[in-house]
């Protein structure tokens, strides 16, 4: 078992930074990708940034190129999602995963560890 725990959500302005922390505890010697997902109210949870293990490869989705960065330190157990020119699109309950169960890393699917999730608003 692995468990997550997502910190640094909070209140800001539109055109401001937060950075999110997800610490991981448990049987972390596994190589495990992260992820991070959002959540907005009354819509699915959908992909935002993911890293491998060795941080090798990045993705991110379409909407949060080049405004936030996803990173890790692995003797930490610790990944993070720096966001930066934060939109008032961007508020959601935002959420850690790692993966465990193979496939597509952009898909809620290939994700066996969930985080209880942070809130981020972002005000215009």
């Known amino acids: 078992q692995v468990q997550l725990v997502e910190s640094g959500g909070g209140l800001v302005q539109a055109g401001g930074s937060l950075r999110l922390s997800c610490a991981a505890s448990?049987?972390?010697?596994?190589?495990?990708?992260m992820g991070w997902f959002r959540q907005a109210p009354g819509k699915e949870r959908e992909f935002v940034a993911a890293?491998?293990?060795?941080?090798?490869?990045?993705h991110y989705s379409g909407s949060v190129k080049g405004r936030f960065t996803i990173s890790r330190d692995n003797a930490k157990n610790t990944s993070y999602l720096q966001m930066n020119n934060l939109r008032p699109e961007d508020t959601a309950v935002y959420y850690c995963?790692?993966?465990?169960?193979?496939?597509?890393?952009?898909?809620?699917?290939?994700?066996?560890?969930w985080g209880q999730g942070t809130q981020v608003t972002v005000s215009s």
């Open positions: 995963a790692a993966e465990g169960r193979g496939g597509s890393l952009l898909y809620t699917s290939s994700y066996r560890y």
């Open positions: 448990g049987r972390t010697s596994s190589s495990y990708a």
């Open positions: 890293i491998t293990w060795s941080a090798s490869t990045y």
